[in-house]
């Protein structure tokens, strides 16, 4: 029993949980299922805006970024790089990569969804890495499956509008490519709800990462990082819109009646990287043993946001869906610019209230890593927050040492707490 509760400290446990474990099982269940009486399934990148496909009578998305990090979170992610390995993969490709790549090639055996339904087509993005489009390449190559590539232009400044009509133009071009491949009629009114469906979801999820805003915070960024699956799996359904309401009302009723996850709270950090999928339970226990609570993280916050903002961008109500879903397309931080990076962090350090950041360099994932140690200089010198730089990996266990995490954070909280004896002048 003590051992039970010693699991979930630094979390918070909620109805919310167990039904997110609901809503996932349907999803993959009804992917499944759909897939295999005869629906069109397609395989996106996260960027890719699933909206789209609701515009279809029989179309199915499956999103292999997520069920690669619900496979490392479940455990599996090691063994499931090792399959890639064992077949000509190199460790230095991205962990999601070589999972998804050992899952497939090894026909969804060990997954905890048992894989995903194979695709009829394949789409993703190469505005947040170049080794996604490698990657999906790989089944283009092996099963003959085509590949659709949006060309999304980086964002060293503010989204031009030409890049946006250039954006519009391919997603017309995706469209016509499904209602080829398919024989299915597109229909632009369904893709209008579905944004209604993921922006209302967007905005409840904010709303519920925002009670990270109070002292001590409602949350750990470790309960958003796991709940933040179904805007992915789910997206565009009803059905969000209601579990992202009821998670924030339940977390703004336990801060109402005085239940923190970290009551002791004297750290505030904020993680910049992916969630470290494979040492969530472990990593916010040991925190929380340090009184020290990791609240919010780039790799949420900028959910629902524009480039170089985490700032929720306005709920889409009407106008021309195809439009908003282009003006979305550089939300995740890899694509932005140093200047949009910091300009978001700083917003995010203030926001929060934020003691200390833990920039976490991240073996697989380059374009996230690549300028941190330029952000962490500037935020040490303009903002005058301390900081720590570790080493992890997302989904590869193999890539990261727990005492040589712990022993940087350690010091990162002895220096926080020097900053504050040290007197004001
Ligand atoms: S390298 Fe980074 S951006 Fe690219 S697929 Fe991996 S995690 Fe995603």
Redesign the pocket.
Known sequence: MAEEKDKTKGFMKSESGRRLTQILTKDYLDLHQRAGEGAFVVWV??IVPAELFYGFDNVVFAVP?SHAALSAAKGVGMLQCEKAEHNGYSMDI????RIDIGTAMSGGQDSPTFGLPRPHLLVSNNN??S??VK?FDVYHREWNVPHFILDIPFCYEMQKETDLKYIVTQFHDLIRTIETLSGQKFNIDKVQEALRNSSGAAKQYKRFIDCAVHRPSGITAFDSFVQMAPLLTSRGRPEIVDHFRKLAEETEEKIRSGEFPLPEERYRLFWDS?APWHQLRKMSSRLADLHANIIAASYTSCLGSIEGSYEFIQEYENGNPLESLARMQNF?V?PYGMELRFKAMSWAARHYGIDGFVFAS?R?????SVMQMDLQKRISEELKIPSVMIDVD?ADVRKYSEENAFLRMEALLENIDAGRARPII
């Open positions: 990148a996260i970024e991205c962990s999601y990569a947040n890495c080794l996604l990657w992916i995740s890899c991240n697989s994932c380059k374009v996230y997302h």
